[in-house]
């Protein structure tokens, strides 16, 4: 049986609504935002230069990604090296990082490397501004860094250690020789993927920069509608942003090597041929302990706040600010599910959508929905709360909750579909080669197909990677900070708050929830989707 | 950020989605499938639904729990709203103690929103406009008060201001005074970075080896009153002034209270604040250790004043508030718990040990002055800040 004219019909109609109704979550507040900027009279404003945000934020950008790649082949050496049970626990610690949203870590930075850490025991007197912007970036990346060029390791055919062994290569050479040439196409973009997310950076500079001169386009553009209101300056912030990711976006596309880059597995088998060098035994201690610092730091903190309203020494403004933290995490909670749950139906939709435009020789119409797919990475997360804030104001809906909450779910989920799509497109890909023609025998089509073949294949991957879209866009602080207000916000604005507020012990305890939050509902849905059993 | 993160994270689960699907295709091939179909198909797709079914329950509810919230807030909905700063409805801020004491006259329910720092309250109402829910404003000061008149959203007032003592005479029809006080740096007398107090400005920019902790004047007022004083003394030159202070700034927070909580952590010798700012320590904490520093030049004035806006339903009782506010007992209440000076007899009197007013000029500009040059003297402190 061959599917009816209608039913492909039916299903392309489908598609192409589904993608217009995502396309129309950054339209709309980007249109709203033009509209809005024309209704202001912008009378004066306090911009800071163009030109001195360009200059900053490439400076902090080339600096952090330089360190960080510095740290992270060394991370990645050191792992490779160290041939002991280290190794496995110090590859589990590069994922911490990874799982822990970047105002934690920015957090945990007051309490390791602030006043309230090393530099007030070093007695140093200005530690906010660059040096802590670095250090946050650096530890972000560094790990991510060494976690995308570890699988280079699992390249060198075993023939290459053994003419290594026999020709005595150890230490530097081995690595100029052999190593070296394993890892440059993956250090190449990594250091890419790096220096975009050095460039959007917004919570470390906005939480530890301390004056204006640490300026980015995204703090600018947070300042220019917060503070100036100044809707045409964000506009154009947000503009040059993308048009300068989007260079740099092309700019890998074009240059990375064409070799298969299978990053993110980061397993490396265990080598008998790599001999274990004491010195990355040793580093590979000293990464345990750096990359689990901030989150037991946190642990500790959140005890500390903990033993503190058990023993009635926190003070009624500390109360107060506490009694805060069930609602945010309602919020946080009702986020993470409804984006996921929009993720989940509209990457589906969207992935199938692409491919079946492709297999139907609509080629250049697949391209384009992937190309304005695209557009999402190079767009500021905050131009977006703007659009919202621009949609809000528009519609005169302040006291509304409902407005506010719909706006974070569109938020999280223009973030978190693009990570749905490229996760399932693959595997959609491989299911569609296997099965597509035995489906077809069956007379299998549309909802029969999807129902009695695609979901239950596609099942564990779509629910992870929607729960893991849903997580990692409402960690995020950029995105919400300028449409939250008292009555709604999530955990990340409530440590934002908290941490303005100097409530550092306090914001511990909301970290710490969110953190455990993120953790306990991927793993509820790892276990729910039944991705431990194909484990 | 998170896009970026996104970026590097989905090709990071793209690994991980092929990972997992080729151990799931690994285990059925041609044959397995068709039996699959056959038998697990219906079980499985029945636990899915019944699976994406509680999901979008609790979606729903979660939904319905906002919504919910929403009514909450309506039926429990205050009679007057109230923007300010922060610090004033911070427990140990005038705020709280005020509430009480209009609820229990007004037999009415009054609820205070604290939006960060006082210019942020003129933020605010630039994005919410005529929709705004506010009734009332209170922190903004005389250098802001010609700025918020300009946006055409605040009423004139029906307050009868005869009572005033004020140290220049009040002429807006819009805002009344509600305390006012004078900026100065304050600095603990153990620290032992300072050994000798500057007694002129001059001499307290020409110090080296001190660090101060400043706000910021697009965001805070007191930060626009630093920037206003430094105008006010030097002028033209006010520019080199900040290019001396530079160096010695650890931070520049968004508002006082922020500013003032890293002081008493620790973190710089000096902080702006006010002239009043010991006297919390003296006779809250009963700690003599903080002083604040006296200057030859003179001192920036600041009066903080409330209005009532035009779009509030109660106007009645929005004017009944402001009156209240210069009352002998609201004013007692916010001389001892703002710490600034009272504009108005206060009943209780001060304690005897509340500081008594700077001996020194108090200097100011006009509202209409600082709307029209503050952009100017803002951006050229930016200007030396991102040198």
């Not at chain 2, 004017?319 to 206060?346: G, H």
Request: one cysteine or more; aromatic letters at 10%; charged letters at 15%.
């Amino acid at each position: 049986m061959l599917p009816t004219h209608s039913s492909a019909r039916v299903f392309l109609s489908t598609g192409g609504i589904v993608s217009l109704l995502f396309f129309s979550l950054f339209a709309v507040p980007l249109l709203a935002l033009l509209l809005w900027s024309q209704s202001q009279n912008a009378a004066e404003h306090l911009n800071y230069p163009l030109y001195k945000i360009l200059r900053f934020t490439l400076t902090q950008s080339v600096l952090s990604t330089g360190l960080s790649l510095f740290f992270g082949l060394g991370i990645a050496w050191s792992i490779v090296h160290c041939q002991s049970g280290l190794r496995k626990v110090a590859m589990l610690s590069l994922l911490l990082p990874l799982v822990m949203p970047v105002i934690t870590i920015c957090l945990s930075w007051n309490f390791l490397l602030g006043t309230q850490g090393l530099a007030g025991y070093f007695g140093i007197k200005r530690p906010y501004g660059l040096s802590a912007i670095l250090s946050v970036h650096v530890f972000l990346n560094m790990t991510l860094i060494a976690w995308l060029v570890l699988p280079a390791w699992r390249k060198a055919p075993e023939g290459y250690w053994r003419i290594a062994q026999m020709l005595n290569l150890t230490g530097w050479q081995l690595w100029r020789q052999l190593e070296w040439p394993l890892v440059k196409p993956y250090a190449y973009r990594s250091v890419a993927l790096c220096f975009l997310f050095c460039f959007t950076s917004f919570t470390p500079v906005f939480l530890l920069g301390g004056s204006p001169k640490y300026t980015t386009f995204e703090t600018a553009i947070y300042t220019a509608m917060r503070v100036n209101f100044d809707p045409v300056y964000a506009l154009i912030l947000g503009i040059s942003q993308f048009l300068i990711c989007t260079v740099i976006i092309v700019m890998i596309l074009k240059n990375s090597p064409k070799q298969s880059f299978d990053m993110g597995r980061g397993v490396i088998f265990s080598n008998k041929l790599i001999a274990t060098n004491w010195m990355a035994t040793i580093l590979s201690t000293v990464i345990i302990l750096i990359c689990a610092a901030p989150l037991v730091t946190i642990l500790i903190q959140a005890s500390n706040t903990v033993m503190s309203l058990v023993e009635g020494h926190l003070s009624e403004t500390g109360i107060e600010t506490l009694a805060s933290i069930p609602k945010a995490l309602q919020t946080t909670m009702m986020t993470i599910i409804s984006a996921m749950l929009t993720c989940l139906c509209l990457g589906w939709v969207l992935a199938a959508f692409k491919l079946k435009l492709t297999r139907q020789g609509y080629q250049k119409v697949a391209l384009t929905q992937e190309m304005l797919g695209g557009v999402v990475y190079a767009l500021p997360a905050l131009i977006m709360g703007a659009g919202w804030l621009a949609v809000i104001s528009l519609t005169g809906l302040w006291k509304s909750s409902v407005i506010i909450y719909l706006a974070f779910v569109s938020l999280t989920t223009l973030i978190g579909v693009p990570v749905v799509i490229r996760s399932i497109v693959p595997a959609y890909e491989q299911l569609q080669k296997q099965y597509g023609k035995l489906a077809e025998q069956l007379g299998l089509f549309g909802w029969q197909k999807i129902r009695k073949v695609d979901w239950p294949q596609l099942k564990v991957i779509l629910l992870l990677s929607a729960a893991y879209a849903g997580v990692m866009a409402s960690g995020d602080l950029g995105a919400f900070i300028l449409i939250s207000n008292e009555q709604l916000q999530t955990l990340p604005i409530l440590i934002q708050r908290q941490m303005a507020g100097y409530h550092h012990q306090i914001a511990s305890l909301s970290a710490l929830t969110l953190i455990l939050t993120h953790m306990v509902w991927l793993l509820a849905v790892y276990f729910f989707s039944g991705a431990w059993r194909q484990q | 950020m998170i896009l970026t993160l996104g970026t590097c994270l989905d090709n990071t689960s793209e690994g991980m989605g092929t990972v997992i699907y080729h151990r799931a295709s690994q285990q059925g091939r041609d044959m397995k499938i068709l039996n699959y179909l056959s038998k697990k198909t219906s079980v499985l797709i029945r636990q899915s639904v019944a699976k994406i079914a509680t999901i979008s329950v609790i979606a729903v509810l979660s939904m319905m729990s906002i919504h919910a919230d929403d009514t909450d807030s309506l039926s429990d909905t205050p009679d007057l709203k109230i923007y300010t700063y922060d610090s004033f409805v911070a427990d140990w801020g005038p705020g709280p103690k005020l509430v009480e004491l209009f609820e229990a006259q007004c037999q009415c329910k009054v609820e205070m929103i604290g939006v960060t720092d006082a210019l942020n309250i003129l933020t605010r109402l630039r994005f919410e406009g005529e929709d705004t829910e506010a009734d009332v404003i209170i922190g903004l000061d005389n250098n802001t008060i010609h700025e918020a008149d300009e946006l055409g959203l605040i009423a004139k007032h029906d307050v009868d201001l005869t009572a005033l003592e004020m140290p220049i005479e009040w002429s807006s029809d819009t805002f009344i005074p509600f305390d006012y006080g004078y900026f100065a740096f304050v600095y603990n007398k153990t620290n032992e970075n300072i050994k000798k107090p500057a007694t002129t400005f001059a001499d307290f920019i020409s110090e080296k080896d001190t660090t101060i902790i400043m706000q910021d004047p697009r965001t805070s007022s007191v930060g626009l009153g630093i920037v206003s004083w430094i105008q006010k003394i030097y002028g033209e030159k006010s520019a080199e002034v900040w290019r001396q202070l530079n160096d010695r700034i650890v931070t520049i927070s968004p508002g006082w209270g922020e500013a003032y909580s890293l002081f008493l952590q620790g973190d710089s010798d000096y902080v702006l604040s006010y002239t009043t700012s010991p006297a919390y320590h003296l006779i809250a904490e009963d700690d003599d250790n903080y002083a604040s520093l006296t200057f030859e030049e003179g001192h920036y004035l600041q009066i903080e004043a409330a209005a009532r806006l035009k779009t509030s339903k109660r106007p009645k009782l929005a004017n009944d508030f402001l009156q209240f506010l210069v009352t002998a007992e609201a004013q007692s209440t916010i001389a001892q718990s703002n710490w600034m000076y009272p504009v108005s007899e206060p009943k209780p009197a001060m304690p005897e040990n509340y500081p008594e007013k700077p001996q020194v000029p108090g200097l100011y500009f006009t509202s209409e002055e600082v709307t029209e040059d503050k952009t100017k003297w803002i951006q050229s402190w930016l200007d030396v800040l991102s040198e």
